[in-house]
């Protein structure tokens, strides 16, 4: 009854709907932009350099945008990473995934409609794709290590405790990582960390080889990273872990009947040679 008490009040709260809104846009956007870069026309194919660049440069852009207002997540995978760390709650999981799915399909599907159809079908719409000669092992691998990484700069940068991170550090270091990790990844396991960056341009397209990888990748680095960084390098943990040992000293040193002698400094009488000295007692 609390459970469903809570998801009622979350429903009529016109700050989750904002939420959910932002979610939805940024999402769009941001899989417009990464399926746009991908076009190619008839004589200038873009680079890899190109296409990262303008992914991580969205992304920390967006991040920016809507940090204060959803936290800017547009991924679920991160979305994921917040739910088990208590950052959102199970019902603002869903609906921010809901969005995210249908932002990123309506991303693709406006630049389906305005581009040419020779653009659409070199580039196959940025659809993800490994590496004919890397396996599928090795493409998840690429995935959960990418992603690990993207979600670590995200909670490190998102952290409240971390007094340096301020300002317009968090949307840049996360746009820097993007940029970094998709120049890795593109070549080897097609660049994703982002399921709903791979779910609508593969809705588009009808496209869904290898498709479940951009799901398992993402979330299992996004697990993996979120429990590593709230249970060991938060600054709470740290600071959690610093008092135990504190404590645990005091009382080992209590435990050997160590016990604190306060000295006592009295001036005394002059000396034979005329400087004062102290004198003193416990």
Same mark, same amino acid.
């Given at each position: 009854?609390?459970t469903?008490? =809570?998801?009622?009040?979350?429903?009529?709260?016109?700050?989750?709907?904002?939420? *959910?809104?932002?979610?939805?846009?940024?999402?769009? /956007?941001?899989?417009?932009?990464? %399926?746009?870069?991908?076009?190619?026309?008839?004589?200038?194919?873009?680079?890899?350099?190109?296409?990262?660049?303008?992914?991580? /440069?969205?992304?920390?852009?967006?991040?920016? %945008?809507?940090?204060?207002?959803?936290?800017?997540?547009?991924?679920?995978? /991160?979305?994921? =990473?917040?739910? @088990? &760390?208590?950052?959102?709650? #199970? #019902?603002?999981? @869903?609906?921010?995934?809901?969005?995210?799915? &249908?932002?990123? *399909? %309506?991303?693709?599907?406006?630049?389906?409609?305005?581009a040419?159809?020779? +653009?659409?079908?070199?580039?196959?719409?940025?659809?993800?794709?490994?590496?004919?000669?890397?396996?599928?092992?090795?493409?998840?691998?690429? !995935?959960?290590?990418?992603?690990?990484? #993207?979600?670590? @700069?995200?909670?490190?940068?998102?952290?409240?405790?971390?007094?340096?991170?301020? =300002?317009?550090?968090?949307? #840049?270091?996360?746009?820097?990582?993007?940029?970094?990790?998709?120049?890795?990844?593109?070549?080897?396991s =097609?660049g994703?960390?982002n399921?709903?960056?791979?779910f609508?341009?593969?809705?588009?397209?009808?496209?869904?080889?290898?498709?479940?990888?951009?799901w *398992?990748?993402?979330?299992?680095?996004?697990? /993996?990273?979120?429990?590593c960084?709230?249970?060991?390098?938060?600054?709470?943990? @740290?600071?959690?872990?610093?008092?135990?040992?504190?404590?645990?000293?005091?009382?080992?040193?209590?435990?050997?009947?160590?016990?604190?002698? !306060?000295?006592?400094?009295?001036?005394?009488? *002059? +000396? !034979?040679?005329?400087? !004062?000295?102290?004198? %003193?007692?416990?």
């Amino acid at each position: 009854m609390i459970t469903y008490c =809570g998801f009622t009040k979350e429903l009529y709260s016109r700050r989750f709907w904002t939420e *959910i809104l932002a979610e939805f846009i940024i999402t769009s /956007l941001f899989v417009s932009i990464v %399926c746009g870069t991908a076009l190619q026309n008839w004589s200038t194919p873009p680079t890899l350099t190109h296409m990262a660049l303008n992914s991580g /440069l969205a992304a920390g852009t967006f991040a920016m %945008c809507m940090w204060d207002v959803s936290s800017g997540l547009f991924n679920p995978a /991160l979305t994921i =990473g917040f739910l @088990i &760390t208590g950052k959102k709650t #199970l #019902l603002q999981t @869903i609906f921010y995934i809901m969005a995210q799915l &249908t932002g990123s *399909i %309506c991303g693709a599907a406006a630049i389906y409609g305005m581009a040419s159809q020779h +653009s659409v079908e070199a580039s196959n719409l940025a659809v993800n794709a490994r590496s004919p000669d890397v396996s599928i092992g090795q493409a998840v691998g690429m !995935e959960i290590w990418a992603t690990f990484i #993207l979600v670590l @700069i995200v909670f490190a940068a998102g952290d409240s405790d971390r007094q340096h991170m301020r =300002g317009y550090g968090p949307p #840049l270091s996360i746009g820097i990582v993007v940029f970094i990790n998709l120049s890795l990844t593109i070549p080897i396991s =097609g660049g994703s960390m982002n399921p709903a960056r791979s779910f609508g341009p593969a809705v588009v397209m009808n496209s869904w080889k290898d498709h479940w990888m951009y799901w *398992i990748g993402p979330i299992a680095g996004s697990c /993996l990273a979120s429990l590593c960084y709230h249970h060991v390098f938060a600054q709470r943990a @740290i600071n959690a872990r610093i008092s135990s040992a504190e404590e645990m000293a005091s009382k080992s040193h209590q435990n050997e009947g160590f016990n604190c002698l !306060e000295v006592v400094c009295n001036k005394s009488q *002059i +000396s !034979e040679n005329g400087q !004062e000295t102290n004198v %003193c007692r416990l």
